[in-house]
């Protein structure tokens, strides 16, 4: 049966992570780069028309196994 610390700990993760989810998503239409980097593939025709964003993928990938390695090292002191 889990102690109501590591419950308690793993709560605050998740609302951490809602958060900054949420933070975001409000900041996230400030950032008009964010979609439009070099990399990114955009096809538009007539009557169709399809964005790949690879390099905005890459990029928040990287940001945010940064941002959760440093949150899990903090986690596990």
Known sequence: MPQLQDVG???LLFGG???LLGLLLTVGSRLRWLGR???D???ER????C???I???ILLSLLLTIL???IIRLLNR
């Open 41 to 43: 593939i955009r096809i």
């Open 9 to 11: 700990k793993v709560l």
């Open 55 to 57: 390099v905005t993928s």
């Open 68 to 70: 959760l390695n440093v």
């Open 46 to 49: 007539e009557g169709f028309s």
């Open 17 to 19: 992570l809602i958060f």
């Open 51 to 53: 964005f790949i964003p």
């Open 37 to 39: 980097l070099p990399g």
